[in-house]
């Protein structure tokens, strides 16, 4: 299970998403330097123990509202190949030296487990407890399952979210597709927006509003992708 290491990360990731976050499309301050708090989300573990996973929860009060983001990061003690535009920054990290934070939606290694979860196959993880499961992360799948492992295929953006079409492999020689899955990353939350209705699973989430109030809302729907 994930171990949550008690140090300093220069810059944080607060500094770093605030560079990053205006460059981004669903972002919704246009023209003004975001000001971030932590507001909440989950981890999944890498089975391989190498890549750290990430699913978090920023709110910008810089404008006439707060707007909650979400952002699934990534942390590596290497570069990911082919990666580079994905990478939010290079911080040093206390304990493990210099990491490489990535954009999670990019990320294989976060793809495959964010699929487990939806397959009910990986648990979620608390954000800041080591070795603790959150049991107020909701995840389900409706129908046929589709079992990994899974090839990251497309990311596009779209209107406040980002796309992930994955393949999932039936294991033949050829590599062959059983399987085609959109999962659509929820970037800009909505407290209490919930359904799901025609969507083939979804994770469900919670966090909190600058007034400590907890609320919950998608944070990933997924859909048959088109072929």
Same mark, same amino acid.
């Given at each position: 299970m994930a171990v949550i290491h008690r140090t300093t990360l220069s810059p944080s990731k607060l500094e770093l998403l605030t560079a990053w976050l205006p460059t981004q499309p669903w972002y919704e301050g246009a023209g003004r330097r975001p000001e971030l708090t932590r507001a909440?989300?989950? =981890?999944?573990?890498? /089975? =391989?123990?190498?890549?750290? $996973?990430?699913? +978090?929860?920023v709110t910008d009060v810089s404008g006439d509202r707060p707007v909650s983001?979400? &952002?699934p990061l990534t942390y590596r003690g290497a570069p990911l190949e082919e @990666? !580079?535009? @994905?990478?939010i920054g290079t911080p040093e990290h206390g304990v493990l030296g210099q990491r490489w934070v990535y954009d999670g939606a990019?990320? /294989?290694v976060l793809v495959a487990q964010l699929h487990a979860l939806i397959q009910g196959d990986a648990e979620p993880q608390a954000q800041s407890v080591s070795h603790t499961p959150d049991p107020? &992360?909701?995840a389900s799948f409706? %129908?046929?399952? &589709? /079992?990994? /492992? $899974? *090839?990251? #295929? @497309?990311v596009t953006e779209a209107p406040h979210a980002t796309d992930i079409v994955v393949? @999932?492999?039936?294991?033949?020689? !050829? %590599?062959a597709g059983s399987g085609r899955l #959109? +999962? *659509? &990353? #929820? *970037?800009v939350l909505r407290s209490g927006e919930t359904d799901v209705e025609g969507t083939r699973g979804h994770v469900t989430a919670g966090w909190r509003l600058p007034d400590e109030t907890e609320v919950r809302g998608v944070y990933v729907v997924v859909m048959d992708a088109p072929r």
């Amino acid at each position: 299970m994930a171990v949550i290491h008690r140090t300093t990360l220069s810059p944080s990731k607060l500094e770093l998403l605030t560079a990053w976050l205006p460059t981004q499309p669903w972002y919704e301050g246009a023209g003004r330097r975001p000001e971030l708090t932590r507001a909440g989300g989950f =981890r999944l573990d890498d /089975p =391989r123990g190498e890549v750290g $996973i990430d699913f +978090m929860v920023v709110t910008d009060v810089s404008g006439d509202r707060p707007v909650s983001y979400h &952002v699934p990061l990534t942390y590596r003690g290497a570069p990911l190949e082919e @990666a !580079d535009h @994905a990478l939010i920054g290079t911080p040093e990290h206390g304990v493990l030296g210099q990491r490489w934070v990535y954009d999670g939606a990019h990320d /294989p290694v976060l793809v495959a487990q964010l699929h487990a979860l939806i397959q009910g196959d990986a648990e979620p993880q608390a954000q800041s407890v080591s070795h603790t499961p959150d049991p107020t &992360v909701v995840a389900s799948f409706t %129908g046929a399952s &589709v /079992p990994g /492992p $899974i *090839r990251l #295929t @497309a990311v596009t953006e779209a209107p406040h979210a980002t796309d992930i079409v994955v393949d @999932a492999l039936n294991g033949s020689a !050829d %590599g062959a597709g059983s399987g085609r899955l #959109t +999962m *659509r &990353v #929820t *970037r800009v939350l909505r407290s209490g927006e919930t359904d799901v209705e025609g969507t083939r699973g979804h994770v469900t989430a919670g966090w909190r509003l600058p007034d400590e109030t907890e609320v919950r809302g998608v944070y990933v729907v997924v859909m048959d992708a088109p072929r």
